[in-house]
């Protein structure tokens, strides 16, 4: 009986992690290690040549697998030659993944949406109390920490975060996987900045300084964001889009779109949301399907120029009406609002809605005689009050608030109060749950 392990072409680390792994959990299993495997993964295994003796051998004799086990892919189109095992009713299949969809009938099957296989086949290793060695440590790490973005993407989940925990316990080196994770500057990337750089072209949108570059491109390319941002750090514009356009064999296309910016004012992120991408202000994407990249570079120009969806603004995150009261309130009458509406803090402005000063309950604490609480809040309420414009940014409230430890920013504009934002709207903001 023959038995293989194997995994996608263009293995990246989480690939030959999981590849690693499951040998340990089926040690009598052959590991088929696909002919493409990406570079750096590739520079792994040369410096460990020596425990990763796997190289080459996708050519496997196909005639006597009996069981054929897949990790970190479903999809029979990724196993390169090994696609003749398909629809083989003598040969068990058995899937560890965390890619869901995929095309490939398992006998047994541990599919999990997760930031990383390795990490479902950690969670294994551990039930079968198998010991790992700090090298392999190191290995499975590499593969979690690639395929989470060090636990940054969204898909990460709360045990990719444990078993990472799990493996720096085990003496996994975190300056090797560094090492290995530097992000992928090759020859391919090289050639697209160069051609981004012969070809640049400005202009000037809504005030923002802008360049949009149209590259075509072969197949998929590894780090296309990396190759924007340098591209927008050389050219030093507001912002820098890459519309890179892949012609496929059947006649249609696929565009991606990649944006950086380093103007807190001009999100990206919002910008590809309403090109059906997202991502964060600084950097977004979106990948549009069977367009001309000439109206891709119109969409760009037009959303910013109608800027007013792409930027959010104080004054859309505010709450209006806001709670004032006359400075002629007395601190008992104070003291009951507060109460009766669980608040901590109430402002303080004269008749034309201009902001006094502020009134919290901590200054409460100068009250010595218990007649004082006739005395209007005027006497006992801060001047100096912190404010914010209402043309400002959801980043610039949250600076302030940090640096100056409070949860609400009155809005004011030409001396009057118009709104207040709170620590939650701008938390609301940032994870992305404004309503468009
Ligand atoms: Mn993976």
Redesign the pocket.
Same mark, same amino acid.
């Given at each position: 009986m023959t038995q293989i392990i194997t995994t996608h072409k263009n293995a *990246?680390f *989480? $690939?030959f992690a999981s590849l690693v792994a499951a040998s340990l959990i089926y040690p009598k299993a052959v590991v088929a290690i696909p002919k493409n495997i990406n570079a750096n993964v590739k520079a792994f295994i040369s410096i460990h040549k020596d425990i990763f003796d796997y190289t080459d051998r996708w050519d496997i004799q196909t005639g006597r697998v009996t069981r054929l086990i897949v990790v *970190?892919t479903s999809d029979w189109n990724r196993l390169g030659p090994l696609f003749k095992l398909k629809d083989k009713p003598s040969i068990e299949v058995i899937l560890w993944d965390?890619h869901l969809h995929g095309n490939i009938d398992a006998h047994w099957a541990c599919i999990e949406p997760i930031g $990383?296989?390795i990490t479902l086949l950690v969670r294994e290793l551990k039930a079968l109390k198998k010991p790992i060695t700090p090298i392999q440590a190191t290995l499975f790490l590499a593969g979690l920490y690639e *395929?989470t973005g060090n636990l940054s993407f969204s898909s990460s989940t709360a045990e990719d975060a444990y078993t990472a925990g799990w493996l720096l316990d085990q003496k996994a080196d975190l300056s090797l996987v560094n090492r290995f994770l530097r992000p992928a500057y090759g020859e391919k990337q090289k050639d697209i900045l160069f051609e981004m750089l012969r070809n640049t072209n400005r202009l000037k949108v809504n005030g923002y300084a802008i360049s949009i570059s149209q590259i075509p491109i072969e197949g998929h390319i590894s780090n296309l964001a990396l190759v924007v941002r340098m591209f927008r750090d050389i050219i030093n514009v507001d912002a820098a889009f890459g519309v890179f356009t892949n012609q496929e064999k059947n006649g249609k296309s696929r565009c991606m779109v990649i944006g950086r910016s380093d103007n807190e004012s001009l999100d990206v992120g919002t910008l590809m949301k309403s090109m059906g991408g997202g991502g964060h202000p600084g950097a977004g994407s979106a990948m549009l399907k069977g367009v001309n990249p000439d109206v891709v570079q119109q969409m760009i120009i037009d959303l910013i120029e109608g800027n007013q969806q792409s930027s959010v603004q104080i004054s859309d995150l505010m709450s209006f009406p806001v709670f004032t009261i006359p400075p002629e309130t007395t601190m008992a009458d104070v003291s009951k609002i507060l109460q009766e509406h669980g608040c901590t803090g109430l402002l303080v402005v004269d008749k034309k809605d201009k902001l006094l000063g502020v009134i919290s309950r901590r200054d409460f604490k100068k009250i010595r005689k218990v007649d004082q609480l006739q005395s209007p809040v005027k006497a006992f309420m801060s001047t100096h009050v912190i404010t914010i414009g209402p043309g400002k940014s959801p980043s610039e409230a949250a600076k302030i608030m940090v640096r100056h430890d409070i949860g609400r920013l009155p809005v004011v504009e030409d001396e009057k109060i118009i709104g207040i934002i709170t620590r939650s709207d701008a938390m609301t903001y940032f994870y992305d749950l404004l309503p468009d």
């Open positions: *990246d *989480d $690939a *970190d965390h $990383a296989t *395929d």
